[in-house]
């Protein structure tokens, strides 16, 4: 079935610094990406559409020069958190559609990412 | 606009005893509905989803959801829970048609169902 690979798992940065989270499909590509955060005992919402070759669509309320969005390929799609800050930490989810795959189906999800920043 | 309401946000029940976690939602389109199960600091693997066939949708592990248009519900069963069921499940519904919103996911906010031996 469809996987996408989601790293890192966890990581820990000091305040002030970026973090790259990388997201792949591994056997199918994906035109369009999505990238959520999820606080605690919270559910999952949408920050942005990744789009291969074209600029991320941010949902209202998310900074896009704060999260940085690249989708350079079908397979890849990387998340960067600049200039971190406590507020930040939190689970960060990608999930991918198979393109060739048909609307019915589902998106897969990465394994998350758990950002701390202290 | 759409949007999701799980009905508990925690269940538990014993093992071996039926599951039933509730789901409503809203839609001006024809929507798509999934459950997801996520585990503790894991992604979200799907348990199944209705995308306008039957509306008895059958899924992995067990479990089975009823989409019911005239109720708006899509709540998510399963006959007799497995210690291993327990973790927290996501209703959603993804908007088929039509304006900025097509294809988005839209979640509800959970249900953590605890499972006791």
């Known amino acids: 079935g469809a996987v996408v690979s989601q790293h890192p798992s966890w990581v820990i940065c000091k305040s002030g610094t970026s973090v790259k989270i990388e997201c792949r499909s591994l056997d199918f590509q994906a035109t369009t990406m999505f990238w959520y955060r999820q606080f605690p005992k919270q559910s999952l919402m949408l920050m942005a559409t990744?789009?291969?070759?074209?600029?991320?669509?941010?949902e209202q309320g998310v900074e896009k020069d704060k999260f940085l969005i690249n989708h350079a390929s079908l397979t890849l799609s990387t998340l960067t958190v600049t200039s971190a800050h406590p507020e930040d930490s939190s689970f960060y989810i990608c999930?991918?559609?198979?393109?060739?795959?048909?609307?019915?189906?589902?998106?897969?999800f990465g394994s998350g990412t758990r950002l701390t920043v202290v | 606009a759409q949007s999701v309401t799980q009905l508990d946000s925690h269940v538990s029940v014993s093992e071996g005893t039926p599951v039933l976690l509730r789901c409503n939602y809203s839609s001006s389109y024809s929507p798509s509905l999934f459950w997801y199960v996520q585990h503790p600091n894991k992604g979200l693997q799907l348990l199944l989803k209705y995308t306008s066939a039957a509306t008895l949708v059958k899924g992995i592990n067990g479990f089975e959801a009823e989409f019911k248009k005239s109720e708006t519900s899509f709540h998510l069963t399963k006959p007799s829970a497995h210690m291993s069921d327990a973790a927290e499940y996501f209703c959603v519904v993804r908007v088929n048609a039509g304006g900025t919103s097509y294809g988005k996911l839209t979640f509800g906010q959970g249900t953590i169902l605890t499972v006791h031996p």
């Open positions: 999930s991918a559609r198979d393109t060739g795959a048909g609307f019915a189906y589902g998106y897969t």
């Open positions: 990744s789009n291969e070759g074209s600029k991320a669509t941010y």
